[in-house]
Structure formats: C-alpha cells, structure tokens
C-alpha cells in the first residue's frame, strides 16, 4: 500500500529532480502509526544510487534555472511555498498526527512553524548582503555572500515540519539546492512537502528527498564528495559520525543535537506564571523535543508548594491517540518506550515518581503510551538528571542557592535551552549570562522559541545556528572581493 493523498506525492517514490521516482533498488519500509501500531502505508527505501541522483539533480538546478533566480525572485518563491503550506495546513496536520503520534493541535501548530519559516526566509531572502571594507589607498573591498552548493539535510521523526522549515527554508533563502534524508520512522510531511514546492513554482532539483535508513541513505549523504554543506538535527550518537564524514570532505556542518534543558524556579518567583511552563515543556510531543524541560529546579522555600502544583497538573494529564488531541500522545516506536521504561527503572534512593498522567482506557492497544511521570527527590548527578531520556518525564531537584543552582544547571554535557523564573533583575542577568546554554528564556519558556530566535546548542548540544537571521549566515559562505584601481 501507497500512501497518494490529495497533497499529491507518492509515498514509495523518492523526490529528485522535480519528479516522483522509484529507488533504485524497488525496495521500500514500512511505516507505522504509533497511536495504534497499525501500518500506514509503504516508503522508498533509497540508497546510495538515489543519492547520488538527488545530488546530481541539485548540482543541475545550481547550474541552471535555481541558480541564476535573483533574491528577490527566490524570496517571492518561498514566500508563495510559505502560504501554499498554509492553505494545506489541516491535511499536514493529519498526515503528521499520524506519522509521528502528536496531538492534532501540536501537528497543527508545526505545519503553521512550517509556512512561518518559509515566509520569514522568503522575507529575508533580498535584505542579507555584504560589506565594503575600508582598505589601503587605491583599494575597494566589498564581500559577497554566496551559497555553498549542494546542502545536505538529515532530520529526526520528533518535528518533521519545524526543523524542515528551519534547515531547508534557510538553505534555499541563500541560494544551496537542497537534498533532505527525512527519517525513515515519519517521512509523509516531508513528501508532502516537496509536492507544495513544486506546486509553488520551486526550479525542479532545488529541493530532493530521499527517504530511507540513516545507516543507507543518510550515511551516502553524509559521505558524499559533492555535498557543500551538512545540517544534522538528531542525536549525539550519529551526529558524531556525521561530524566525521564533515571532516573527511572537509564541509561545513550544523549539528542541533540533544538536551537536558533546566528550568530553574527562585523563591521569589511567580508560581501561577511559572506552571503551565514547567510541565508544558516536559510533556509537548509526549517529551520527545530536544529542547524540553526535563529538569525543574526548584528553591527550597517555593519547592514543597510548587512541587504540589505540579502534582496537580500531571495528574489532570490525558495520553492517547493523536487523533483524540489530547495532552499528550504515544511514543513514536515500541523500542522508544523501552528506551523510556528503562531509565523509569533506574529510580532509587531518596527518588520517586510523585505524579503520573492517565492513559486513556480506549487507547489502542497497539499504541507505545507511557504515563509523564514527575520524578521527585533526584540528586543532580544521578542518571535520571543526566541523560536526555526523550519521554515526558522530568525530574526535580531541590537547591538552596543561587551558585547551587548555577552548578546544577551547566552540570550537563549538554546546553541547549534554560529557564530562568525569578522577579530579581540582577539575578536575571547574572545567570542569563553564566548559564551554558544556547538560549536562555526569563520568566517564560520557548522550547527552542519562535522562528525570529537563533537556535543551537553548545557542548554536546552542537554547534551552529538554526532559525532566525543568524541561520543565513551559517548557510552561505563569505567571498572577500579586493579590487585595486589606483
Ligand atoms: P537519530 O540520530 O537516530 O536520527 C536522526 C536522523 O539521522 C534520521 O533521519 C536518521 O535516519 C539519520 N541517521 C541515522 N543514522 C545515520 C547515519 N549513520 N548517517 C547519517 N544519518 C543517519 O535521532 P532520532 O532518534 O531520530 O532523534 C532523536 C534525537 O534527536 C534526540 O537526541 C534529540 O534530542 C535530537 N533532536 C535534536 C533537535 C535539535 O534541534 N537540537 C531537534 C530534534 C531532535
């Protein structure tokens, strides 16, 4: 079985050169729907040989009518790709509620990101440019800021459409051709996707996308002698072998990897304020979001009481099937719930779950549902504090002081996102600038925040910006033009 909605791709296909094609191989996956473990339908099964096409057919569209479109021209195609994704936005939203198990209104808000990053890029497109720089006598100096070439993009099954739109909508702003290795567990936004792109008047070749494995498909794109650039968002693991195959073609690479992001609660916080924060960034997309909140710092003086109203919301929380759209959904595959379960079984000494959502009792029985559980009375350094567990589970640790909760917080290998809820200004500013993190939010929190805001991490979080304008940037090369004239 197809999957040939009205959104116009072929599931079995691979998208190269503005055409649906078969993989090279004829061989295909399976996809499943985690809210009841059904099968969806089939999806190419591409390997080094589609690769290899879809960079050949961006290197094409480089060299011809992709490659000579002007920024404005280029920013009016985006911007119509932007709202063609809008008009289309309900079906997205069902595809992907299906695809990846999130809630219809989660699945809803990421096809809106997706036609929010293209009309941002669209817009951006003619307003980047270089400088003149001031020389020796006789001399003119300007930059010019280019494309790399052919941009590679590997993406995870958590935010199919945000981190689609984030990557590929920056590359193409710059002027790259892009090849994108959706992720083998949800690929159908992404097909989706290219058909809008090529509804939308997108030069046939600017955008390829071959579905298949990471160890196939995204490993022939990562080691391909004639891609100019790599985006990676995924995990710590691949993108160390992805950094490695950046370095044997010596590309540049944007890694947006893992988290294990605090949110830290001060005494003199506001509670009411502070609360929806709190869980939301722990339970969104079931906790499958490299951004979430997975440990709540919370200061001994507001900690019994905050704890209490945290208790409260989890127990209110609902799990089940996408399509019900409530708080939260299932896990994306069988061995994520494993993975979640174990690290559940890790819990020992003063540590114990105080909260737990409820799975609705007609979830499917074939659905991967775990309960959010809030973890209470963890110490900082224990595994639970630790590891990204990728589940919706977090973990409370209770501090006295503000040099305390400063160590906690950076006591990661990772720092991608912080939260800071406090009414002290000076406090806000002292850690705003201590905390190792990417992004660091006061008195909210964004979970990676909007499209405008430059995103990434540091330490094992990655390295490179994503979103904003500060992507375009990493996304284009910078040429340096000296012209003497006497
Ligand atoms: P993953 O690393 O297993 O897979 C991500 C992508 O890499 C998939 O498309 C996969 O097919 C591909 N891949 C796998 N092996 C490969 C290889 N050898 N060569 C090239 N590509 C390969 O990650 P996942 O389990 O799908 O996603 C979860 C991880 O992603 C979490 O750690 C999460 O924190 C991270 N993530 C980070 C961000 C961010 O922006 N920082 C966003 C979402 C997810």
Redesign the pocket.
Known sequence: MSEQSGLGFNSEHCFIGGEWVAPVSGEVLRLENPSDGSIICRIARGGAEDINKAVGAAREALDGEWGTKSALERGRILTRIGQEVLKHADELALLEARDVGKPLKQAKADAQALARYLEFYGGACDKIHGETIPYLDGYTVYTLREPHGVSGH??????PMQ?IGRSVGAALAMGNAAVL?????ACLSALAFADITREAGLPAGALNVVPG???E???A??SHPNVNHLS????????T??QR?AADNIVPVTL????KSPQIVFDDADLEAALPFLVNAGIQNAG????ASSRILMQSGVHDKLLAMMVERYEALEVGPAIADLNVGPLISARQKDIVSGFLSEIEGNARIVARGKIVSDAPAGGHYVAPALIGGVEADHVLAQD?I?GPVQVVIRFETEEEALAIANGTDYG?VAGIWTRDGARQMRLAKALKSGQVFINNYGA?GGVELP???VGK??HGR?KGFEALYGFSVLKTVAAYHG
């Open positions: 590997i993406v995870p099954w958590n935010y981190i290795k959706p992720a083998e567990e494995l990471g160890e498909a995204g490993s794109l990562t990676f968002t995924g995990s710590v693991g691949v993108g072998l992805v195959a947006e990897l893992g988290g499958q979001t490299c951004s990204e990728f991608l990676g995103f990434g991490g979080s990655g994503e």
